[in-house]
């Protein structure tokens, strides 16, 4: 009775494998009306009568949360749709010690709806209103509740009011640009459970290892073993490790995957959080904290950093930063992340865009930037919260990566 929600929703029409055309929506042309005239705009008006495939440089960011609730199986379902190659579950486990999807294991607050549910009362913190200068409040994490509790729950749109006075209110934070048009029904999943839906897709596999928010070992649980089970469940399906690019920002952990899975560990990604260190600037080599070279020789193959670390500006023009430039010298490959997350760009784009905020004034720059990063600085794929964007883009000028 507990998976009947999800195996209803993975029982709905069967998509396209991933050598059938997709359905883009209007999007990606809306973006390409915003450009100025310019060579890339032509070329990309060029594709639009093409048949569109499902494309690997195209990597959905939980899905497609520009609109859908992350992690649930609609969300999967609609980035798939959009042609998305790969598929993100980020992994993070509940009480009784079992992998599921979420972002975070502390954001069950803004991502379910369980403050709105008898499990509230199991939360870490429960729910405080706004009061005065003190905002609202509440913290609900997957290692609060068992498996068979987490089951009950129905995602949402990951947001919260923190002026709100009410749980229903908190619960109501959606950003203006985002909806709520989907977010009446959210099928969560266990990590297991989006192996055998990515599988069904046709797509491929990107998992995260999400830092913990209790302190290791957990109940005898540890950072070894919570690394060990993510990889066991793609062996427990007979995926190759070929398919997947299992990431995380603990270097530990790839290192980990390097040494004890060496077929996983050739494709984990080593998520780079130098952002957090004071001083990092992506443009000066002497702020880098990671030896580039030393982390190629310990074995890894992929590095991912945010947009914004791979680019600058140089006469008015996007072009890649010291840092892509670096990396690749070292024989790293890029991954980066995350495209369509930051709503409406006339005001500079936000975290995202914050290097180039200088020329970032039209939504059109989603295409100038995602044009800088393939072509230019070369990576290898690129997250996006609405798939279709990125791939119109890979269809168009690089359908042989396909």
């Known amino acids: 009775m507990l998976r009947t929600a999800f195996l209803a929703a993975l029982a709905i029409s069967p998509l396209p494998a991933l050598a059938a055309d997709v359905d883009l929506g209007p999007r990606p042309y809306y973006l390409i009306d915003q450009m100025q005239d310019s060579a890339l705009k032509q070329r990309l008006q060029a594709c639009e009568g093409m048949a569109m495939k499902p494309h ?19 969300s999967n379902r609609a980035a798939v749709r959009m042609g998305a190659g790969i598929l993100e579950c980020d992994v993070t486990f509940t009480k009784d010690k079992q992998l599921v999807c979420r972002h975070a294991q502390n954001d069950l607050h803004t991502t379910t709806n369980i403050l709105g549910t008898d499990l509230a009362q199991k939360c870490t913190t429960g729910f405080s209103p706004a009061s005065g200068e ?7 994490r997957a290692s609060d509740i068992t498996l068979a509790e987490f089951r009950t729950l129905n995602g949402k749109m990951d947001a919260a009011d923190n002026s709100a006075t009410t749980v229903e209110g908190y619960m109501n934070g959606t950003a203006g640009w985002r909806t709520d048009l989907y977010a009446t029904k959210g099928t969560l999943m266990t990590h297991a459970e ?19 928010s209790v302190e290791m070992p957990f109940d005898g649980f540890t950072q070894a073993d919570y690394a060990q089970k993510l990889i066991d ?61 030393e982390l190629h020789a310990k074995g890894v193959n992929y590095i991912a950093p945010p947009m914004w670390m791979l680019v600058t500006l140089e006469d008015g023009k996007i072009v890649p930063s010291a840092y892509s430039k670096e990396a690749q010298k070292a024989g790293l490959k890029l991954i980066t992340w995350t495209l369509e997350r930051s709503g409406p760009l006339a005001n ?7 290097t180039i905020g200088d020329v970032t004034n039209t939504d059109a720059m989603y295409f100038e930037l995602l044009h800088v990063l ?22 168009c000028m690089m359908p042989d990566a396909s």
């Not at 960011?61 to 992350?70: D, I, N, V, Y």
């Not at 989006?194 to 913990?212: H, N, Q, R, V, Y």
């Not at 500079?348 to 914050?354: D, E, V």
């Not at 230019?376 to 990125?390: K, L, Q, R, Y």
Request: with cysteine; hydrophobic share 40%.
């Open 56 to 74: 690997p440089f195209s990597i959905g960011h939980r899905g497609a949360p520009l609109m859908f609730p992350e992690h649930t199986v609609e």
């Open 233 to 293: 469940e793609y062996k427990a399906a007979s995926i190759p490790a070929s398919d997947v690019w299992a990431q995380s920002f603990n270097l530990n952990d790839v290192l980990y995957w390097i040494e004890n899975e060496p077929d996983f560990g050739k494709q984990a990604v080593f998520l780079d959080d130098s952002y957090n260190i004071d001083g990092f600037d992506s443009n000066n080599p002497e702020t880098f904290p990671h030896d580039f070279a």
């Open 134 to 140: 003190a905002k609202a409040s509440a913290e609900c």
């Open 374 to 395: 393939a072509q230019d600085v070369g990576i290898e794929g690129i997250f996006s919260d609405w798939p279709a964007t990125v791939t119109y883009y890979a269809n």
């Open 194 to 212: 989006s192996i055998a839906l990515f599988k069904d897709l046709g797509a491929k596999f990107t998992p995260e290892l999400k830092s913990p």
């Open 348 to 354: 500079g784009g936000g975290w995202y865009f914050q």
